[in-house]
């Protein structure tokens, strides 16, 4: 009987032991410096509706390794309003998404928005034409193309930016400060809602300067089309033009950076910092 061979197997088992478990640490090291890179892979491509008419306007889309949730967002819906559609161009260039799809359309009616107008043509708002018609006006098939990109990419989450002359809490007809929402009765819009203004809210000190939530279903809005037609939750977010214009550009920045948190397409500490 002669033990040393034995010894031997142990100690060759226990080196092919500590072998495997330097590869196990050195791979483990490896995936925790690449899988954040992997993660956060982002491309854009721009597709155009109402491709070849004056009202032809780039949609961004930005896409990562994980394809759902997928969120649209417009602005320019109403071209004076211009605090969305700063706030959506400088997101489309910068932000680093780390999950999901980003639809951005920063200016829907881009003759309104060139035109510094509400409006192109005057009397016909893009905001009561949904869900549109192919065989109608300019703005009718600009309100079809919008609605069949919810469809063809089947949104999860619609956010419309819009402004106001005027505060909510001043004169209840003007929506200035307030996140709009299509129906009270939907207990996860209505929370998740609340939420958002709760954190919007923590550091605005003046009051007539903070949010609430307004539950008003307009026929014919985009959001109104989302939500009933299409079954998309849906989000107003309106800033008052009272306020500095560079305050208000940055606080559609924050809504949407928060918004995109909660649906997980942002990690948190983006929020804080740029
Ligand atoms: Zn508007």
Redesign the pocket.
């Known amino acids: 009987m002669n033990p040393a061979p034995t010894g031997n197997k142990n100690m060759s088992k226990n080196r092919l032991l500590t072998h495997f478990s330097k590869i196990i640490s050195i791979i483990s090291i490896l995936l925790f410096f690449c899988l954040p890179q992997i993660a956060s892979l982002q491309t854009t491509s721009i597709e155009y509706i109402c491709a070849g008419t004056d009202y032809e306007t780039p949609v961004y889309i930005l896409k990562t390794n994980y394809k759902e949730p997928t969120i649209m967002i417009i602005s320019g ?2 071209g004076d ?1 211009k605090a969305g559609i700063q706030a959506t161009q400088y997101l489309k260039d910068n932000i680093k998404t780390e999950k999901g799809t980003l639809i951005i359309i920063p200016r829907a009616n881009i003759l309104a928005c060139e035109k510094n107008v ?1 409006n192109f043509p005057s009397d016909i708002n893009l ?1 009561r034409t949904y869900p549109g018609n192919p065989e109608s006006n300019s703005v009718g098939k600009l309100a079809y193309e919008i609605f069949n990109l919810m469809k063809k990419y089947d949104v999860d989450l619609l956010i419309d930016l ?3 002359i005027e505060f909510y809490k001043r004169n209840p007809e003007n929506y200035g400060q307030t996140l709009v929402i299509d129906s009270g009765d939907d207990y996860y819009l209505y929370s998740i809602s609340s939420s958002i203004v709760e954190e919007m809210n923590k550091e605005i000190i003046e009051d007539s300067n903070k949010y609430q939530v307004l539950v008003d279903p307009v026929t014919g809005s985009t959001a109104y089309s989302a939500y009933y037609q299409l079954g998309i939750p849906a989000l107003t977010f309106e800033t008052c033009r009272k306020l500095p214009l560079s305050f208000r550009i940055d606080e559609h920045i924050k809504f949407l950076k928060i918004v995109l948190y909660k649906w997980n397409i942002l990690p948190e500490e983006i929020i804080s910092g740029d």
Request: net charge negative; proline share 0%.
């Open positions: 819906t109403h309003e509400r905001n819009h402004e106001s």
